[in-house]
């Protein structure tokens, strides 16, 4: 009986993301309905409430490693495979939509090339972003992680890098995991270091963006870019 009851609830979840996806789902539903595809069998609804419990909201319990959600009564190593895939998944159909962009022609396209680079990234990364003298995009280039509130920079590999994509200019942009989209006194110092650098080779460093919660800040567009030396 109570297996009947499972497979009509479960029929019913199926039928309301057909027709009208998940936009009126609460967190704990979202939860429930992805656990259906790693739990077949189970009611998936008590170990949905049980993971919003142990991390918070939706976004931590998919931010959380398997190692970590394996530790919720109720999940295994399917599941949580399962449940951290669908960050990696949208990531990566995030960044997908960024390479169909060809030319970065304002500070908007470039933070909006920027921002899904860092999307379900919980700790500091710099990308370098190289582009021709038409701005058309030439490559995209990790060039550091960190910890969660800090990265350095090697200004020797950015102008290697620049000098190798044959770029003549470049954007840096990197995250704030716990922080907010403005710079830092630290990067407008970096900034200025790898400005002069690249001016030591001829490249331009045309923007730094800055990335926090799903928000990006161009350091040009909010005229905080250092002027190049004379």
Request: glycine fraction near 6%.
């Amino acid at each position: 009986m109570d297996e009947q009851l499972h497979q009509d609830h479960r029929a019913r979840m199926h039928q309301r993301v057909k027709n009208s996806g998940m936009d009126d789902f609460a967190d704990h539903e979202v939860l429930e309905y992805l656990l259906y595809f790693a739990i077949p069998r189970r009611d998936t609804n008590p170990i949905a409430h049980r993971l919003l419990k142990k991390f918070g909201s939706f976004a931590r319990v998919l931010e959380a490693s398997e190692e970590e959600l394996c530790q919720v009564e109720g999940i295994g190593p399917n599941s949580a495979r399962l449940l951290r895939a669908v960050l990696l998944v949208d990531r990566h159909y995030q960044n997908s939509r960024r390479r169909k962009v060809r030319q970065l022609a304002s500070c908007s396209d470039v933070v909006d090339y920027c921002v899904p680079l860092f999307h379900g990234v919980n700790h500091e990364v710099v990308y370098m972003i190289g582009v021709d003298d038409g701005l058309k995009v030439l490559q995209t280039v990790k060039l550091a992680e960190g910890v969660v509130n800090q990265v350095h920079i090697p200004i020797r590999k950015v102008v290697q890098a620049a000098l190798s994509m044959g770029a003549t200019g470049v954007i840096l942009t990197h995250n704030h995991p716990a922080g907010v989209a403005l710079p830092s006194h630290e990067d407008m110092l970096t900034t200025r270091s790898i400005l002069d650098a690249l001016k030591m080779v001829d490249v331009q460093l045309i923007d730094h963006v800055i990335v926090a919660d799903g928000e990006g800040t161009s350091m040009l567009d909010n005229h905080r870019m250092p002027q190049p030396p004379r």
